[in-house]
């Protein structure tokens, strides 16, 4: 019994004739007829009821079949981990993003990786920082985009870069009247998103913390934030990267006086065995989001305008 014969088993159970499954796989009808005869001798079962016109697994066949496509996945696993030790430049790069960050990183880099380092395919993961980091931990990911510093001692960071936050108004908010905006001032009628969010935190730091009465209205997400913004509920703070997308709304955008910031950081393990795909995905990441922040547009909105657009500093 060899992973051969498993193949072979695997084709005819699929294509249901043992030609066809010789032919896929490479092989005679007859040696692909014998071998499974030997490994139905060895089992002491028949796999295949064969008639003139078709092929059916018999039911010991159907359960043995279940165990040996498994079998067959594991193989193929241990055989793409292999390869990717050889070349670590080619196979998946699991990697875990927060979700305020997620829509508005990975569209600018995708592209990039997939030109520069065409054998490296991204499967990408958004949840919350506690969820990723465990993840990590537990071999499940293989490096994750976060917010906040990485309080495990198995895992390492790396600083990529720091995203300015910027102050979303309603159109009609005093403060929209500003060119900048002091983080104070934003306290008593902050939003924030749900508990849970580094992003939360981050806001009610750099904004003096929760005053009496809010709490009321919490978002799960950005989008729903800075809808409850555009329709007069409050103020907020959004990252740089989301301001482009996040700008279509009927909200005024201005830069934080205390230029508050967030550094994104990339979390790995340190016995990570492809080191070189990390760092790929490390240089792709600081261009193109130097290239993003710098091309953003420089004149702001009028709070009289229906149109919104980012003000940022020279």
Avoid at 162 to 169: H, M, Q, S, T, V
Avoid at 222 to 248: F, K, R
Wanted: hydrophobic share 40%; proline share 7%; net charge neutral.
């Amino acid at each position: 019994m060899n992973l051969q014969d498993f193949r072979y088993i695997a084709a005819v159970s699929s294509l249901r004739h043992f030609g066809r499954a010789a032919e896929a796989c490479h092989v005679s009808q007859p040696t692909l007829s014998s071998q499974i005869r030997k490994l139905e001798e060895e089992l002491g079962v028949t796999l295949f009821e064969r008639t003139n016109k078709r092929v059916e697994p018999t039911p010991a066949g159907e359960r043995i079949l279940e165990h040996a496509n498994r079998v067959l996945e594991e193989a193929g696993q241990i055989e793409a981990i292999a390869k990717a030790v050889r070349d670590p430049m080619r196979g998946p790069l699991r990697l875990g993003v927060i979700p305020t960050l997620a829509p508005y990183l990975m569209p600018l880099i995708l592209h990039s990786l997939q030109t520069e380092y065409p054998g490296l395919t991204v499967e990408l993961w958004e949840d919350g920082t506690r969820r990723l980091v465990e993840m990590v931990r537990n071999h499940r990911l293989d490096a994750a985009l976060l917010a906040t510093v990485v309080e495990e001692p198995e895992l390492t960071e790396l600083s990529l870069f720091d995203e300015p936050l910027i102050a979303a108004l309603p159109p009609n908010h005093p403060l929209a009247l500003h060119r900048t905006v002091a983080e104070s001032e934003l306290a008593g009628d902050l939003l924030v998103l749900a508990d849970g969010h580094c992003l939360s935190n981050q806001t009610l730091q750099a904004c003096g913390g929760r005053q009496h009465g809010q709490g009321a209205l919490q978002a799960a997400s950005l989008e729903t934030l800075v809808n409850l913004v555009a329709a007069g509920y409050g103020t907020t703070l959004i990252p740089a990267l989301a301001a482009t997308s996040l700008s279509t709304h009927d909200i005024v955008l201005r830069p934080l006086q205390g230029k508050t910031m967030r550094t994104i950081r990339l979390a790995s393990r340190p016995t990570f065995p492809r080191p070189q795909a990390l760092h790929a995905l490390e240089k792709v990441i600081r261009k193109a989001v130097k290239a993003h922040l710098r091309a953003e547009p420089r004149t702001h909105r009028s709070p009289r305008s229906h149109s919104a657009a980012l003000h940022t500093r020279g």
